[in-house]
């Protein structure tokens, strides 16, 4: 089996941080593969990781969601073949679709490939200003997201703090939202919550 976890939120949300601390703390001793859609963004530099067994992949045509949705099929069939990962990481541009993303993995006609987890960062300062002016797409990430992990909470006010889970549970009031500060969690401690087996 070989799990696939997506890792949505806007520019500057922070998912790339956290994609990178669990890479250096969580994923020790699995065949980890990421796929990053960059558009302009920041992203990871494979050589971070020496001779351990994680792969960088890059796609910066277009976005994995929509136009690609065929080429994306098949990297990802390539990828398979290649690396036979135990897991895949998804990390779409900020405007993508987190349902599309989800589609055009279930597309794949691999039983073997199982989507372990769909996780949405927000950065907790700009939830409001995310909800006016990305409306649908931001709305989409919260919605089809199984966990929600605030971003830039060490020091925010607690009423800042719950207007945006209140915003956050207007869309999606089942997924499991995580509030506490990075800094204060390990990497295994936010996969697991990622991997919803704790909350924190």
Request: glycine residues 8%; hydrophobic residues 40%.
């Amino acid at each position: 089996m070989i799990k696939v976890d997506i890792f949505s939120g806007f520019l500057g949300a922070g998912k790339t941080t956290l994609i990178k601390k669990l890479l250096e703390g969580a994923y020790q001793g699995e065949k980890v593969v990421l796929i990053e859609n960059e558009f302009g963004e920041v992203g990871i530099d494979a050589d971070l990781f020496g001779d351990s067994d994680i792969a960088v992949t890059e796609i910066n045509q277009g976005c994995i969601c929509c136009s690609l949705a065929g080429d994306f099929t098949s990297a990802l069939e390539n990828i398979v073949e290649r690396f036979q990962p135990e897991r895949i990481l998804i990390e779409p541009s900020g405007v993508g679709k987190l349902s599309d993303i989800a589609s055009a993995v279930q597309s794949f006609d691999n039983d073997d490939i199982v989507i372990n987890s769909m996780v949405t960062v927000v950065d907790a300062k700009k939830c409001r200003m995310y909800m006016k002016n990305f409306g649908e797409f931001f709305e989409n990430q919260i919605e089809y997201a199984g966990v929600i992990i605030l971003s830039h909470t060490e020091g925010l006010a607690d009423k800042k703090i719950n207007e945006c889970i209140d915003m956050i549970k207007k869309v999606n009031d089942e997924a499991v939202i995580v509030t506490t500060p990075w800094n204060s969690l390990t990497a295994k401690q936010l996969l697991e919550a990622v991997e919803c087996r704790d909350t924190l």
